[in-house]
C-alpha cells in the first residue's frame, strides 16, 4: 500500500489567528500562560484535522512561535553573544529578541528561505558554544501522541542545510562547526529512538541548490553517524524546491527513505530515478502535489507520472507527498466566495491539497478506477479554465508575442541619449530626489479605509489625495529637491493597486501566507491573460505635475516585481506572463508621456527573488526578466527618461543584468551592503546614471549631513559624479512625516555640500 505524507503545514490558521495570538503576546495583552495555551490549541487542530483527511506521515515540529530556523538555532544553544544569555532553557525574551530586537540588542537578520518569499532568522555561530537547550522535535512528538494518541513524523532541519544558512564564520571552518554540532542532533535523535519514534524528517533543501563534492563528503560523514547512533529511526532525508544534485550518493547514504521534489525538480529528479533507478531499501517520498502553488493539482498528469514511477519503485514504497511544506500556500480556498466560479473551482490550498494527496494515494494502491470521478471532475475543472475568456485574448497573445520577437531597443543608446536628457533637463550636478512613497500617515489610511466601506464618496477622496499631494509637492519644493514625486498616497501594496487595475487578476479575501514572523502577504494570483484597462498613475501624476514647475517623476512597479510577487497561472510560462505584464506597463508608459510625464520610474526590487536555485538556469531568467523590463520602457522618446529602482537582495553578481536593462537612471538601497556594493563597481563599469540609497529608511533616526556624505564620497571614487543622483535607501512611506522631512533636509545640503566640492576640486566643469 503507498502511504501519504505532508513535509509541513501552514502555522498561521485559517482565521490568521496564530498571528493575532502572538501580537497580542508582544502587546502585552495576552499573557505567556494564555500564548502557549492558544498556540497548542492551533497546533493540534492542524494535526487533527490532517488525520480527519486521512494523511499518513504527519510533520510534528514544523510548528513554531516565529521561524522553524530560529527554533533549530534556539535548540542548539546558537544565540547572538549580544543577548548574553546563560541557562538552560531559552525564555521566550530571548526567542522573540533574536527575531525581533531588544532595548539593548539589535535583531538578527533575516533573509529569504531558499527561492521562497518566507525569511527565516540568520543563525549567527560567531564566538557560539553550541549545547542541546531542548528536544524540540521530541517534544512535539510526546504532546501530539499524548493529546491525539497520533504517531507524528518530527521535521527537523538537517545539519548541511542548517550550517550552510548559518553566518558568523569561514567557509574553511564547515568541518569544525559541523564536528561540534553533530553530537547534538545524535543526542536530538538518540532520545528519539529511545522514545519509540518510527520515522524523522530530516529536511537538506541545500542539496537542490547547488552542493560541492565536499558537501556530499560531509553528508556521508553526517548520515553514517546518524545510522550508526540511532540505528532503529528510520530518516526520510528531505529535499525540495528543485532536484538533486549528487542523486547517485544522495540516494546510496544510510537512511531509510529519500524526499524528492517531483513538482519543482520533476525534469531533473525524474530522469535520475529512471537513469539509476531508486534504492530497493529505502522508500521514496514523491513530492508530486505542488507545496507552493495554488492550484489544483492536474489529476490525469499527476496520475501518469505515478505510473511512470511505479515502473521503477514498487508501489509500496512509495509516498506520496507535498512537494514541500505547505508553508508557503494559504490554509483553505473553501472560504473564498467572490473570486469567478472557473478560478474557485481550480484552486488547491493546503488543506486541499491534503485531499489531493489522499485522492492519488488510494489510486495508487487500488488502481485508477478508484478515483475515475475524482479525475472526470478535474478534467472538467481544467476544461473550464482552459477555455475561460479570460485566458484567451488572442488580441494580447498575438501583439505580446510579435512584441516579444522584436529587440525592446531605446532609440537611441545611452550614451546619446545622456547628452539630449542632460540638455532637456537642465538638472545641477549630483541631483536629489525620492524613491516614490512618502509617509502613509495615519490620516491617510483612514481615509483609504473610509473609502473603502463606501464611506467616503470618490469625489472626496481624490480631493483629498490631491489635498496630500499638493502637500508634498510644496514641501519637496521648499526642502529643494530636484526630481519630484508624487508621494504614492493612493497606493497601499505596489502589486495590489497595479492589479486591481490590470484585467487577469484576482484577489482572494483569505489568501494569507507567511512572510516573515507574524507578517503575512495576500499575492494576488494571476490567473488570466494580462491587458491594459485604461490609465492608472495618470491623473495623480499629472496632477503632481501640475503643481510644479520641477519635473515630478511617474511611478509604476515593473513587470517582473509584479510576477514575482503574485501566484501565477502554469499554463504558460512565467516568462509569457512577464511580457503580458511588460505590455500592459509599457502602455501606462505610454500615457504617462503623453500626459507630459518626462521622467518614468518602473519598480523592480524583485527581480533578484525569482532567480533560480541552480546556477545554470540564472543567465537565462535574468535574460528574459531584463527584456520585460526592456518591453515596458523602451518605446519612450529619447528625452524621456527612464529610472528604475531595486532594494534589499544581492545586486553584485547582476550588475551587468543591471546594466542590460538600460534604465537611464538606477537608485539601489545600499544599508544591507555598502562597502561590497562600491566594490562590486570598482570590478565593474557603471556608465548610466545611479543614485546609491544614501540613508537607511528602516529607522525613525535623522541621518547627519556628514555621514551622507561620507556616503557620497565613497561612492564617488568609483562612479562618475556626473551620473550620480542623491536619494534615500528606499521609499518614505513606512516612515513619519517630521523625520520624513527633517532627513531630507539633511540629504539635500549633503548634496550641496558635495556638489560645492566636486565643482571646486575641477573634477566637473
Ligand atoms: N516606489 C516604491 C516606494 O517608494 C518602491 C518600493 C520598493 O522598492 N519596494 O514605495
Ligand atoms: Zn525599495
Redo the contacts with the bound molecule.
Keep these: 500500500m503507498a502511504k501519504s505524507g505532508v513535509l509541513g503545514y501552514p502555522r498561521i490558521g485559517a482565521d490568521r489567528e496564530w498571528k493575532k495570538a502572538l501580537e497580542a503576546f508582544w502587546s502585552g495583552k495576552l499573557g505567556e500562560p494564555e500564548l502557549h495555551l492558544q498556540l497548542r490549541e492551533i497546533r493540534l487542530s492542524h494535526l487533527q484535522k490532517q488525520r480527519e483527511k486521512g494523511i499518513d506521515f504527519i510533520p510534528v515540529n514544523d510548528f513554531s512561535y516565529y521561524d522553524h530556523m530560529l527554533d533549530t538555532a534556539v535548540m542548539f544553544g546558537v544565540i547572538p553573544k549580544r543577548f548574553s544569555f546563560e541557562g538552560e532553557k531559552v525564555p521566550l525574551s530571548v526567542y522573540y529578541g533574536i527575531a525581533r530586537g531588544t532595548e539593548h540588542a539589535a535583531a538578527s537578520e533575516m533573509t529569504k528561505w531558499f527561492n521562497t518569499n518566507y525569511h527565516y532568522i540568520v543563525p549567527e555561530l560567531e564566538g557560539v558554544r553550541p549545547v542541546l537547550t531542548e528536544n524540540k522535535p521530541l517534544i512535539a512528538y510526546r504532546e501530539a501522541k499524548a493529546n491525539l494518541g497520533l504517531e507524528g513524523r518530527p521535521v527537523l532541519v538537517g545539519p548541511l542545510t542548517f550550517l550552510k544558512l548559518c553566518k558568523g564564520y569561514e567557509a574553511s571552518e564547515i568541518d569544525s562547526w559541523l564536528s561540534r554540532i553533530l553530537p547534538l542532533y545524535v543526542q536530538v535523535l538518540r532520545e528519539l529512538e529511545e522514545e519509540g519514534v518510527q520515522w524523522i524528517q530530516i529536511d537538506e533543501p541545500i542539496l537542490a541548490t547547488n552542493p560541492t563534492e565536499a558537501d556530499v563528503r560531509r553528508l556521508y560523514t553526517v548520515y553514517e553517524t546518524f545510522a550508526a547512533s540511532a540505528p532503529n529511526l528510520n530518516i526520510m532525508l528531505q529535499t525540495y524546491f528543485e532536484s538533486v544534485e549528487y542523486y547517485r550518493d544522495i540516494v546510496g547514504l544510510p537512511v531509510k527513505g529519500i524526499g524528492l521534489d517531483l513538482v519543482h525538480g520533476l525534469g531533473g529528479n525524474l530522469s535520475s530515478i529512471k537513469q539509476w533507478g531508486f534504492p530497493e531499501d529505502k522508500l521514496l517520498g514523491a513530492g508530486i502535489i505542488d507545496g507552493r502553488g495554488v492550484w489544483k493539482a492536474p489529476l490525469r498528469k499527476k496520475w501518469e507520472l505515478l505510473q511512470e514511477l511505479s515502473q521503477v519503485v514498487a508501489v509500496e514504497r512509495i509516498v506520496l507527498q507535498t512537494s514541500c511544506s505547505l508553508l508557503h500556500v494559504p490554509v483553505t480556498a473553501k472560504r473564498e466566495t467572490k473570486l469567478p466560479a472557473e478560478l474557485k473551482d481550480a484552486l488547491a490550498f493546503a488543506d486541499e491539497k491534503l485531499d489531493e494527496l489522499v485522492v492519488l494515494t488510494t489510486a495508487l494502491s487500488q488502481g485508477e478506477a478508484a478515483i475515475a470521478d475524482k479525475l472526470a471532475e478535474n478534467d472538467r475543472v481544467y476544461r473550464t479554465l482552459e477555455r475561460s475568456g479570460g485566458r484567451n485574448r488572442t488580441d494580447i497573445h498575438q501583439r505580446v508575442s510579435a512584441i516579444a520577437a522584436q529587440k525592446a531597443q531605446r532609440s537611441r543608446p545611452f550614451e546619446e541619449r545622456q547628452l539630449i536628457q542632460r540638455q532637456k533637463w537642465q538638472l545641477p550636478l549630483l541631483p536629489t530626489t525620492t524613491?516614490?512613497?512618502f509617509p502613509q500617515s495615519a490620516e491617510v489610511r483612514k481615509a483609504r479605509q473610509m473609502w473603502r466601506k463606501g464611506e467616503l464618496s470618490d469625489g472626496r477622496y481624490g480631493e483629498f489625495i490631491r489635498e496630500q499631494i499638493d502637500i508634498w509637492i510644496r514641501l519637496q519644493e521648499e526642502l529643494g529637491l530636484d526630481v519630484l514625486v508624487h508621494g504614492?498616497f493612493e497606493r497601499t501594496d505596489?502589486v495590489e493597486f497595479f492589479g486591481e487595475k490590470l484585467a487577469g487578476f484576482a484577489f482572494t479575501q483569505n489568501g494569507w501566507v507567511q512572510s516573515y514572523g507574524s507578517r503575512c502577504v495576500k499575492p494576488p494570483i494571476i490567473y488570466g491573460d494580462v491587458a491594459y484597462t485604461g490609465a492608472m498613475t495618470v491623473e495623480e501624476t499629472a496632477y503632481a505635475q501640475s503643481r510644479t514647475d520641477r519635473p515630478v517623476k511617474g511611478?509604476l512597479t515593473g513587470p517582473v516585481t509584479m510576477m514575482n510577487w503574485s501566484f501565477v497561472r502554469e499554463d504558460i510560462t512565467r516568462e509569457q506572463i512577464a511580457y503580458q505584464l511588460a505590455y500592459a506597463l509599457r502602455q501606462e508608459v505610454e500615457a504617462l508621456e503623453r500626459a507630459g510625464i518626462g521622467m518614468i520610474q518602473v519598480?523592480e526590487?524583485a527581480v533578484r527573488e525569482g532567480l533560480p536555485l541552480k546556477r545554470s538556469d540564472r543567465a537565462k531568467y535574468l535574460e528574459w526578466a531584463v527584456k520585460a523590463f526592456r518591453i515596458a520602457t523602451c518605446t519612450v522618446k529619447e528625452t524621456t527618461q527612464i529610472h528604475t529602482?531595486m532594494?534589499y537582495c544581492d545586486f553584485h553578481d547582476m550588475i551587468d543584468s543591471i546594466k542590460e536593462m538600460d534604465a537611464d537612471v538606477i537608485s539601489l538601497e545600499t544599508s544591507r551592503s555598502h562597502g561590497e556594493l562600491i566594490h562590486s563597481f570598482e570590478l565593474n563599469t557603471y556608465r548610466q546614471g545611479i543614485g546609491l540609497g544614501v540613508y537607511d529608511i528602516h529607522s525613525p533616526r535623522i541621518p547627519p549631513v556628514e555621514e551622507m556624505n561620507g556616503m557620497i564620497d565613497r561612492a564617488l571614487r568609483v562612479l562618475d559624479p556626473k551620473l550620480f543622483w542623491i536619494n534615500p535607501d528606499?521609499?518614505l512611506?513606512t516612515r513619519g512625516i517630521e523625520e520624513t522631512a527633517a532627513s531630507l533636509r539633511n540629504m539635500v545640503e549633503a548634496a550641496r555640500i558635495a556638489r560645492e566640492k566636486y565643482k571646486a576640486s575641477g573634477h566637473i566643469s
Excluded: T
Design positions: 524613491i516614490g512613497s504614492e505596489m511611478m519598480d526590487p529602482h532594494c528606499c521609499g512611506k
